[in-house]
């Protein structure tokens, strides 16, 4: 491999990751040793690009899950320097780097100005419910428990009320530091897999914890038996107090990315 020391190519990755043992995807400080605080998704790659390049390099992701999310579709993009690379020897190179809990699923080059975050034009997150049997053990590191069987008819009916540009403030904590609660959702809805009870919402950005706090709301009052009626008034508003439980990191993915160019 060769460094063409100041052309950078840029490089961009689609990554998969199984979140229960990170604090999130967002790299965290750093102590003296040079060891992060705590792991993260994006030190975790980082640390292996630094060993492949000599030298520390970043990782730009699509979206910062949180602690405990999975992904199967994040998209991120570095720039590298090796010329003698082709960009699909990435994918074997990472991942012999790499602990088995992220994979480096594809590897291409890009357009030099490609953003995987600035040029993301829609998020999409599933949550998954493992609904009247028990879980096997290894589905509750990747979905939760719910004992009963909800109305799929009534989820559906408030899911279909998330649509447009809507003031998301009824679904983040007051400690959001966005400026802004205002969010473009494409569409949500409940779907069944077998067992699997799935959540799927796209949108254009999300807020802190906002897709764990939507589908707990909706399972909250779906529970109530809520006419989709009074439920829209709720959504309307905003009133933070008035959303159902936030549901726990295990059972959510970040599912796929689109970009508003190929790259």
């Not at 990554?15 to 990170?22: H, K, P, Q, R, V």
């Not at 792991?39 to 975790?44: A, F, K, L, N, S």
């Not at 053990?137 to 799929?152: C, D, K, S």
Request: proline letters at 5%; hydrophobic letters at 40%.
């Amino acid at each position: 491999m060769t460094d063409t020391g100041d052309v950078q190519r840029n490089i961009r990755l689609l990554i998969a990751y199984d979140g229960t043992d990170f604090s999130g995807w967002q790299r965290q400080g750093r102590r003296e040793s040079g060891m992060e605080q705590n792991r993260t998704v994006q030190g975790t790659i980082e640390d292996a690009l630094a060993k492949l390049h000599k030298k520390a390099t970043i990782i730009t992701g699509s979206g910062r899950t949180d602690a405990g999310v999975h992904a199967v579709g994040q998209v991120a993009n570095f720039f590298t320097p090796l010329r003698g690379m082709e960009a699909q020897r990435f994918v074997p190179a990472l991942n012999s780097l790499l602990p088995r809990d992220v994979r480096i699923l594809e590897a291409r080059e890009t357009l030099g100005d490609f953003h995987a975050r600035f040029d993301t034009r829609s998020r999409t997150y599933r949550y998954q419910l493992i609904c009247g049997r028990p879980a096997l053990p290894h589905e509750l590191r990747y979905g939760l428990q719910l004992w009963r069987r909800p109305r799929l008819d009534l989820l559906n009916d408030y899911a279909r009320l998330l649509h447009g540009e809507i003031d998301c403030s009824l679904f983040t904590p007051p400690q959001d530091p966005g400026l802004s609660r205002l969010r473009y959702i494409f569409g949500a809805f409940f779907f069944v897999q077998q067992d699997t009870l799935l959540f799927e919402i796209r949108a254009n950005a999300f807020l802190w914890k906002m897709v764990r706090s939507i589908a707990g709301t909706l399972l909250h009052y779906e529970e109530k038996k809520l006419p989709p009626g009074e439920f829209k008034k709720i959504l309307v508003s905003g009133v933070r107090k008035l959303a159902g439980p936030t549901l726990p990191p295990q059972g959510l993915f970040l599912w796929k990315i689109e970009c508003h160019r190929d790259g």
